[in-house]
């Protein structure tokens, strides 16, 4: 029953959680100055007419109370609303970028889990030695790049060998199936390398600091005492319960592949969902923010409860 | 502001420092050995704009535009010496009252739905604006003192106006509105038009101009195809791609790398990378485009702003030139009025920028009794002069711009420091949420920020009247004898009486300085030399003035 209580908690944290985040969402855009209103209604011969015109279908003349439960009444019916800019609606929009987004982040994010964990274990097992000073010296030294600096660099170096930008070869025409993911792969190469190799120090630091306090407890030390061979200690004993920070870090990197990454889709002109939540602040498009922040939200919230959830199967203390 | 401004463009002093216009090339190479036209090809284009809708009456951006350009037919169009010519019509008259005007379009052209393109689809899309016009509204302002259009018979328009109107002025206008298929946007219109804002237009989209939208990916790409069927000359290009970028160092990367094949216009920090490739043509030309020193003109927080002399003061203590060298690296010129050069007859040649003089601005300062500080810091009106400056951060250059200006106004006692912000952001500060004549334009002193004329001046004119309040006003100038000038311009029949208007109202700006007009910037593109054709412009190439560039560029062989 103890498994069930822990459960229900999660989830209602969860569910409240989402709630907060919402209401904060309608919140914060609000209160940054400008508006999407001053924005369009700057063009030639604009009259006050068109301003009411236009804050009358954004619906921003009615009060922000009105404006809120209207917003809940929407997103009660599933409805995330219409942009401001592109008077679309927004779950298409957001559909459509994070479609784009999530293969290259995914690249990213599973390049730096693997290796990361990989040389992580492997600094800690022989620790003090060239292979931990390498490892970590690498992991620091791409942990602290800042990103963009590093997609310029990864672009200029690879320039005319692979795409400087974009998702496909839009003039690769009718391609065989081959060539298309062949085209895909390149063009996701850089932006996944760069995104990859930043998330990658990370793991790498926090695996390496959770493999070592696992070494050095007691029943490691017992494993030793018995003649267990190295191999077996660190894959059998050390690994799993190495594995629980990781496991956090994981989940939360998951929960941001949504989010795709501002910076990495600005240098690589990659058409996704940071480039849309970067294009929504410039236009103060509260909709498309509110519906990004929603999504990235409820990735978040969704993933941290099955880390919580794989909490209680990896570490048998949650249930006791 | 104004980046997502349809950008104007201006006549006469094209500097084409290295050669791209085509046109009839190709024929003459034939006998003189130059370089044949190869047909076809489909032409790889790099932008840092984009496509943000394809809806005429939700698009803001340049790129968006430039694409209506080449889909929808157009009355008129400008020619490379940016007079006003035919487009889908082919000559016009005006009624002796200068109250209406006649256009012969031309027959046989054809929508890609294999509609015929008529005039009535040209008096079926202002009729729209008159009758919706608050949601045509981004269009709207274009139809401005029209009251009337009507066709007679399919290849004949007549626009009607509420008043004599300028001939230049009318036709400048209607060269901004594409001319859209009535088949199409008739089944859009809705309740009270409402549904023309939220169509979206997608691609394929029926398209009448020299080329079809035939795919488009938001952020991403744009793909055209030519149009069998269009009205006038026949392109030489299968088509077009217009690949978007956010990153101008990755898209020369593309260009130098034979991604392709040319770019629109970029910063002059590329260009000796583009111009050490021997395979790469680099065009430049002046621009419209210009920086500006602004003073808020109703109420700044420190009032001594108000006064034209402490702004000429201002005006000789910034270094020009330094401007010019450092923040476009030479690509540039010195601004005087806010008319730029390249418009031709509308610059007034008689505004000159203020001479660089630290001497005499110091010495103006010190007759207007603004004595020098223990600090270095000048004390009005029992305060130091010390004044905020913001700064959108739209603008390409924007803190070298600053630190330029910062220095030289300290040299004259004056402190300035800088507010970063972006641009929907810095309209906030300076107009406030509500923007009521005269409360507004009451929370900053100084900003700068640029400003992308249209080719004819009532645009660039219109940004200073009391009733852009709100809308383009960054200064809060209100002068109800400015505003009275600018009405005047757009009804002054004669060509000759509104350039004299016009000129005068240049003349009033430059002494009441609500702007210190700093520097034009210099278009700046590159191609590569398999191809040719490209017919430059003060805004690029690729540009909503004209169709020449993409019927005329081709292929070398």
């Known amino acids: 029953m103890r498994g069930a209580d822990y459960v229900i908690k999660r989830t209602v944290f969860a569910l409240v959680t989402v709630f907060v985040a919402i209401t904060i969402n309608f919140i914060i855009f609000r209160a940054a100055p400008g508006s999407a209103i001053t924005n369009l209604s700057r063009v030639p011969g604009a009259t006050p007419a068109l301003r009411a015109e236009l804050q009358r279908e954004f619906g921003l003349d009615k009060s922000k109370w009105q404006q809120y439960v209207i917003y809940l009444g929407q997103l009660g019916r599933g409805n995330l609303g219409v942009s401001f800019s592109s008077q679309e609606p927004v779950a298409d929009e957001l559909k459509r970028a994070v479609v784009n987004t999530i293969p290259m982040v995914l690249l990213g994010t599973v390049f730096a889990i693997v290796f990361g964990t990989i040389t992580g274990v492997l600094a800690a097992w022989r620790r003090r030695t060239a292979v931990d000073y390498a490892s970590v010296t690498t992991a620091l030294f791409f942990y602290s790049l800042p990103t963009q600096w590093l997609g310029l660099m990864l672009l200029l170096l690879a320039a005319g060998k692979l795409p400087s930008g974009g998702r496909v070869d839009p003039f690769l025409f009718n391609p065989s199936i081959v060539q298309h993911m062949v085209d895909v792969l390149e063009h996701m190469v850089l932006p996944s390398a760069t995104l990859g190799l930043v998330l990658y120090g990370e793991y790498t630091l926090v695996a390496r600091s959770a493999m070592l306090e696992t070494l050095g407890e007691d029943y490691i030390l017992t494993a030793r005492a018995k003649g267990l061979p190295d191999r077996t200690i660190v894959r059998r004993h050390a690994l799993r319960n190495a594995m629980l920070p990781v496991t956090t870090l994981m989940a939360l990197s998951m929960g941001y592949i949504v989010a795709g990454s501002i910076l990495i889709e600005r240098v690589f002109s990659w058409p996704g969902i940071g480039q849309a939540v970067f294009s929504a602040v410039r236009d103060r498009d509260w909709p498309m923010l509110q519906g990004a922040f929603l999504l990235l939200t409820l990735s978040v919230v969704f993933f941290n409860y099955v880390a919580d959830l794989l909490y209680f199967k990896l570490d048998p203390r949650i249930s006791e | ?557």
């Open chain 2, 1 to 557: 502001m104004r980046r997502w401004m349809r950008i104007g463009a201006a006549v006469v002093s094209v500097v084409l420092i290295a050669a791209a216009c085509g046109g009839e090339a190709g024929e003459e190479g034939e006998e003189t050995g130059a370089p044949k036209i190869v047909e076809g090809g489909i032409l790889r284009l790099g932008s840092s704009s984009t496509i943000d809708s394809l809806n005429p009456f939700k698009a803001f951006q340049q790129d968006a535009y430039n694409t209506f350009m080449y889909i929808y037919p157009f009355l008129v169009q400008y020619d490379e010496n940016l007079d006003i010519v035919g487009d889908f019509a082919e000559d016009w008259e005006w009624s002796d009252d200068r109250r209406s005007v006649t256009f012969h379009t031309i027959e046989g052209g054809k929508w890609s739905d294999g509609q015929p393109v008529t005039a009535e689809d040209a008096a079926y899309t202002l009729n729209l604006m008159l009758k919706y016009p608050g949601p045509t509204g981004l269009m709207a302002g274009y139809a401005k003192h029209i009251v009337s259009a009507e066709t007679p018979d399919p290849n004949t328009l007549v626009v009607g106006y509420e008043a004599p109107v300028n001939e230049a002025w009318a036709l400048s206008q209607l060269e901004l509105i594409p001319i859209l298929p009535e088949q199409v946007w008739s089944q859009q219109e809705g309740d009270n038009g409402k549904g023309l804002r939220t169509f979206t237009n997608d691609a394929p989209i029926v398209s009448g101009g020299p080329f079809v939208l035939t795919e488009y990916e938001k952020r991403d790409i744009a793909q055209f195809a030519k149009n069998p069927d269009f009205y006038g000359p026949e392109p030489h290009i299968d088509g077009f791609g217009l690949k978007f970028y956010t990153n101008e160092d990755a898209m020369i990367s593309a260009l130098l790398n034979d991604e392709l094949d040319a770019v629109e216009t970029f910063l002059p920090t590329a260009l000796e990378k583009v111009q050490a490739d021997p395979d790469m043509v680099v065009v430049e030309t002046e621009g419209v485009y210009f920086d500006d020193f602004i003073f808020n003109s109703n109420k700044p927080i420190h009032e001594e702003l108000l006064d034209p002399k402490l702004r000429e003061a201002f005006a000789h203590a910034i270094d020009l030139q330094e401007l010019v060298d450092v923040v476009t690296l030479g690509h540039g010129q010195i601004g005087t009025t806010i008319v730029p050069p390249v418009t031709g007859e509308w610059h007034n040649p008689n505004v000159q920028a203020a001479t660089y003089d630290v001497d005499l601005a110091n010495q103006m300062l010190d007759d207007l009794g603004f004595e020098m500080g223990p600090d270095g810091v000048r004390i009005a009106n029992g305060r130091p002069m010390e004044y905020e400056v913001l700064t959108p951060d739209s603008v390409s250059g924007i803190d070298r711009e600053f630190q330029i200006i910062q220095a030289g106004l300290e040299q004259i006692g004056v402190k300035v420091t800088q507010k970063k912000l972006d641009p929907s952001a810095v309209f906030d500060v300076m107009a406030g949420p509500e923007y009521v004549y005269p409360e507004s334009y009451d929370k900053f002193d100084l900003a700068i920020w640029d400003w992308y004329p249209l080719i004819d001046p009532d645009f660039i004119l219109s940004v200073l009247i009391c009733e852009q309040w709100g809308f383009w006003s960054d200064t809060g100038y209100c002068n109800k004898e400015y505003d009275q000038l600018y009405e005047d311009q757009g009804l002054a029949v004669d060509p000759e009486a509104r350039k004299e208007i016009v000129w005068q109202m240049q003349e009033m700006i430059a002494n009441d300085r609500p702007y210190l007009v700093l520097m034009h910037r210099n278009v700046i593109e590159a191609h590569n030399k398999q191809w040719d054709g490209f017919v430059i412009s003060p805004q690029g190439s690729f540009n909503n003035l004209w169709k020449a560039t993409l019927i005329n560029v081709h292929q070398v062989g």
